[in-house]
């Protein structure tokens, strides 16, 4: 079976500009969710969804935003791009997306805003 | 939010040496989960250890909620595992499946 797959792997951008991640969970899993991880520092967490509804948000700017699909699939948003928003972005999946539950994660997508 | 606290931060060992990588958290949880990331980024797991103790090959994990620490233990080290070793708690008053990680142990091995 598919782990988390995440696209693209890589990533350029110019500040100012918009850009969008995309993340699918393993099959089965109805809940994702979004971490940052900027380097020498542990991933940060930014959003969590399940059933395409936003369930948790981390202590992030509104520049910061996503949505979960009806398969389950989602997208991060990240409007008008800073130079520190450069990190390594991490989906997780999880069965349900409940306190307590495991979480896989993706390979990641390494933004660079220069 | 939890504070976790991961110790030691840096570590270098030869090969076939043992290690204890040590994780410290500040409140109640209801999940624990070991990584290891590679260098390319990808967070691998290791062990999901809310509580008590699991073996796998030369890694193994012990969890002691009632005290607020969990502790990692790689045998025989291999060059393989050199990486950062991260620990991840979700707290056990949040409805949410969101985790806290600690900074990480950086582990190199040489062989």
């Known amino acids: 079976d598919a782990g988390v797959t995440q696209s693209p792997t890589h990533l350029i951008k110019t500040r100012g500009q918009h850009v969008t991640l995309r993340c699918s969970p393993i099959?089965?899993?109805?809940?994702v969710s979004w971490y940052q991880q900027v380097l020498g520092q542990g991933p940060q967490f930014i959003f969590q969804y399940y059933e395409k509804e936003e369930r948790g948000r981390g202590n992030f700017p509104d520049r910061f935003s996503a949505r979960q699909f009806p398969n389950y699939s989602s997208e991060l948003n990240v409007n008008a791009l800073l130079l520190g928003d450069s990190a390594l972005y991490l989906c997780?999946?999880?069965?349900?997306?409940?306190?307590?539950?495991?979480?896989?994660f993706g390979p990641g997508t390494r933004l660079t805003v220069t | 939010g939890i504070q976790v606290e991961q110790s030691p931060p840096d570590l270098i060992l030869q090969e076939g040496a043992n290690s204890t990588l040590r994780c410290n958290f500040s409140?109640?949880?209801?999940?624990l989960q070991w990584f290891h990331q590679n260098p390319w980024g990808q967070l691998i797991n290791l062990f999901y250890i809310p509580s008590g103790t699991k073996q796998n090959g030369r890694l193994s994990a012990t969890t002691v909620a009632t005290e607020r620490y969990s502790l990692l233990y790689i045998s025989s080290s291999q060059t393989t595992d050199s990486g950062v070793y991260f620990c991840a708690v979700g707290e056990i008053s949040s409805t949410l499946g969101r985790l806290y990680f600690g900074r990480g142990t950086q582990l190199t091995v040489w062989p």
């Open positions: 409140d109640s949880v209801n999940n």
């Open positions: 997780a999946s999880s069965l349900e997306g409940h306190r307590g539950q495991e979480q896989y």
């Open positions: 099959s089965g899993h109805k809940s």
